[in-house]
């Protein structure tokens, strides 16, 4: 019987309260749409939890974030609003062992940019334009299961460059109707911590409905979970310094 992984869903839940389209794609929330995909192909040896913004401690406080083994990251127009004690906090997690999932506009997330050391910007148009996905990758964990290509009918466009350090391994890459191509699935090691950033899931389509990628995120679930992760790094002792980790 496999370990069970305890997953946090957490999104800045700000498009959903003041946008009709978006509320009308996600009623209850893209952490909710979310949370639900990873209940249906995980199972019952997979928590999750949701968590936004608004809440106490932002969603994150440390009680539990001391209990996620994944945490996944959704935001877009917030990325201001999180206090520089809550990066901390999780940074502390995810050197320490938990994965993180960063989704598409998350990428500007200051705990994504601490963490990558970059400006992590990128080209972008939002004109209703076809995504292929296509898997670069297919041996990886991540990849199983995962058609070639995922299609998804409409979606925000996002472009190179990408300002991210090197994947330590790429496995899916994207093109859009206009020519443009983008490094869509990217894997990290900050610490002892997987990261991985998948972009296709803007708010203002039913990405996260999408069956396949329900399937990725599901299996980037599993990829990150680290089963022996090592005790949390205090939040400003020498190992979480800046930007970068270093042992």
């Known amino acids: 019987m496999s370990e069970a992984i305890h997953a946090t869903v957490w999104n800045e839940h700000t498009d959903e309260q003041r946008s009709g389209p978006v509320a009308g794609i996600y009623p209850h929330g893209l952490h909710t749409t979310i949370a639900e995909g990873l209940r249906d192909l995980l199972g019952g040896h997979t928590t999750v939890t949701t968590a936004t913004l608004d809440q106490p401690g932002q969603g994150l406080p440390q009680p539990l974030l001391e209990n996620t083994d994944v945490l996944l990251w959704w935001g877009h127009k917030a990325h201001h609003r999180v206090t520089d004690e809550t990066v901390a906090r999780v940074q502390a997690r995810v050197l320490a062992g938990m994965g993180l999932v960063v989704l598409h506009s998350g990428h500007l997330s200051k705990i994504f940019t601490r963490l990558m050391?970059?400006?992590?910007?990128?080209?972008?148009?939002?004109?209703?334009?076809?995504?292929?996905?296509?898997?670069?990758?297919?041996?990886?964990?991540?990849?199983?299961?995962?058609?070639?290509?995922?299609?998804?009918?409409?979606?925000?466009?996002?472009?190179?460059?990408?300002?991210?350090p090197q994947p330590d391994e790429l496995v899916f890459v994207s093109s859009f109707t206009g020519g443009e191509v983008f490094r869509s699935g990217c894997c990290f090691t900050r610490g002892n911590g997987r990261i991985f950033y998948f972009s296709p899931g803007d708010e203002l389509y039913p990405v996260y409905h999408h069956p396949q990628i329900r399937r990725v995120l599901a299996n980037a679930v599993r990829w990150a979970h680290n089963p022996v992760p090592s005790p949390s790094v205090p939040a400003g002792s020498p190992q979480v310094r800046g930007d970068w980790f270093t042992a």
């Open 117 to 164: 050391g970059t400006s992590c910007n990128l080209r972008w148009r939002k004109a209703d334009e076809r995504e292929l996905v296509w898997t670069v990758n297919p041996t990886h964990p991540i990849a199983r299961g995962v058609p070639h290509p995922i299609q998804i009918p409409q979606q925000e466009m996002y472009g190179e460059f990408f300002d991210i």
